[in-house]
């Protein structure tokens, strides 16, 4: 689980981590990246994960996040699925 | 108390800690694992979380309510891992001066848990099938491309271009 | 449950009691003895009851509320006799298969209870007063006109004549 | 506690029963009488009472009656001051 300093983690939950068939991804970064230019490497990459991603929330290290929000080496995203505790 | 659990919730702790003699109400919310839901009959349920998050959003949720209402205590538990018919999913409780003002942060408690926490029930049904519960999406646009999770798990790693810098 | 008791209120005992598969929320209500009154100090509260008549416009109120909500179970405990700061003087546990009804039915329940159950609450200030809790009236009044109750109870009878047949 | 046959009980409760200053009164009926009649009765022998009639309520044989009610002979009759319970 640890990770290289220029990598950030991917985390994917529940179903969205069916449709990856990963819980977890390690990108190295190439240069400056925003949370929207991740969203759709992923979605290229992973087309059952498009098809769902007007339903799709994500976090920055713990945090819901923007698509503009900067990425920097170190960050964890998750890739959240509707939610449903209770 | 603010805590995600594996181990069964214990309803009469969780009193405990929000009991206080300015309270004049306590007001005690739980979730219980439902047998039929729309007719679709419910063997046992799992509930998973990102775990971290979860807790710190609960926290998060605890400080918001105690902004917003005039509260005494709250204490939150969440259960995680398979339930079975009957057992407390989540429990919520809250004491106030006045008993209005714990229905409405209860209320608003677990209205907003359900909407911004991110932990997910996985529904096993007597039929056999299992399915992720993700309100608004649709159930078998997800389970037809099962890709067969956790060989997949963790060994994956992607090495992606930059888009537009 | 529904019951008037002098031992103390077992809140897990009342949750056990509407326990079920059908359910997938249960709400308690409790209410707590206060300390602090609109900056009044209380040392403990006293409660009576008309007994027979609260049991049974208690057994019409589950009645009621299972008439008009959804619900799966009802249980209702009231305390009577002396509390502490911190007890609980009632207890009021709602099952149903969704959260809205079991919040509306609770809030129901316990403001028409407060309505319309003949239990009283007499207030035991740390001042050493000691007054009845009557919604409206003016416990001035009231308490001005005390004429040493008890020795007269039951002692006293009168032959009252028929007024206009 | 036993009644006889041709009277009724009048049971005060709480702030009702300092008033009276008594828990409970039995009366004989003389003939017919209704709840409005019997509350006359009471608040002219008990004016304390009396000053306080608009805040009670009253309830034959254990459920609330409206003062027109006839009473019988054996009937328990309740005064009620403003509840408290809860």
């Known amino acids: 689980m640890t990770a290289a300093a220029d990598t ?3 985390l994917f939950f529940a179903a969205a981590a069916d449709l990856v068939g990963a819980e977890r991804l390690q990108l190295s970064l190439a240069g400056p990246l925003t949370l929207a230019e ?3 490497t992923l979605f290229r990459e992973y087309p059952p994960l498009a098809a769902q991603a007007k339903f799709l929330m994500w976090a920055v290290n713990e945090q819901y996040a923007a698509a503009q929000t900067k990425l920097q080496a170190g960050d964890t995203i998750a890739c959240i699925p509707p939610v449903s505790g209770g | 108390m603010i805590q995600l659990t594996h181990a069964a919730i ?9 009991s206080d003699n300015q309270a004049g109400a306590v007001l005690l919310f739980l979730g219980t694992v439902r047998e039929f839901t729309a007719g679709e009959q419910t063997s046992h349920l799992n509930y998973t979380a990102y775990e971290s998050m979860a807790q710190s959003s609960l926290l998060q949720l605890e400080q918001e309510a105690a902004e917003q209402y005039d509260i005494v205590r709250i204490g939150i538990v969440h259960r995680l891992g398979e339930l079975s018919l009957g057992e407390v999913s989540v429990a919520i409780a809250v004491s106030s001066a006045h008993r209005a003002t714990a229905y409405e942060c209860s209320r608003w408690l677990i209205d907003t848990l359900k909407q911004r926490i991110p932990i997910w029930k996985q529904e096993h049904y007597t039929d056999g099938r299992v399915e992720w519960q993700h309100p608004g999406m649709d159930p078998n646009a997800v389970a037809g491309s099962l890709p ?8 994956l790693r992607s090495n992606l271009p930059k888009e537009q810098a």
């Open chain 1, 8 to 10: 950030v983690s991917i």
């Open chain 1, 38 to 40: 991740l969203q759709q």
């Open chain 2, 10 to 18: 214990d309803p009469a702790a969780l009193l405990e800690s929000v």
């Open chain 2, 148 to 155: 067969g999770l956790n060989q997949a798990a963790d060994a």
